[in-house]
């Protein structure tokens, strides 16, 4: 599958803002009970702050987000929310198996955390070679090595 990255502009935080509450909302209600939208705004503005945002791309279509952070000695998957109209067409399975195909040459480990409520996404990196290493309340924290 060929999935370009390229990073975030100016002109996607409208996209951006959408899409995180399209992915989120229904998750977070499930999890949490509730979706409080000054909160999600909060993170959401947190996360475009980084300014580590890369948009991923199919035919020139933006079709999600990844936000990928360096720490001396591993990475974390920080997130990666693929577009719901383009979920279960092996575009996160493509995106992580790079991932791991670039750690696994550098041999860092990769870090994840998701929320109990993703069975979908938890499944998905447990098919990845994803193994839990902790719990939370609310998360689970993944690695693969």
């Known amino acids: 599958m060929n999935i370009q990255r390229r990073p ?3 002109s996607d ?3 951006l803002l959408r899409l995180h509450h399209a992915v989120y909302r229904d998750l ?6 509730y979706w409080d939208e000054n909160e999600e705004f909060d993170l959401f503005t947190e996360a475009w702050q980084t300014q580590k945002i ?4 199919r035919n020139d279509r933006r079709v ?10 591993r ?11 383009f979920q279960n067409q092996g575009i996160g399975t493509a995106v992580i198996g790079e991932l791991i ?5 550098r041999q860092l480990p ?7 409520a993703n069975r979908g996404a938890y499944q998905l990196y447990q098919r990845l070679g994803f193994r839990r290493i902790e719990e939370a309340k609310h998360h689970l924290v993944m690695e693969w090595r």
């Open 8 to 10: 975030a502009r100016n």
């Open 13 to 15: 935080y409208d996209w």
């Open 28 to 33: 977070i209600i499930k999890e949490f009970g």
């Open 54 to 57: 890369q948009i991923l791309m």
């Open 64 to 73: 999600g987000m990844l936000m990928i952070l360096e720490e001396t000695g």
């Open 75 to 85: 990475w974390w998957l920080d997130e990666i929310q693929i577009d719901p109209r």
């Open 101 to 105: 195909a670039a750690a696994r040459d």
């Open 110 to 116: 990769v870090c994840l955390r998701v929320l109990r």
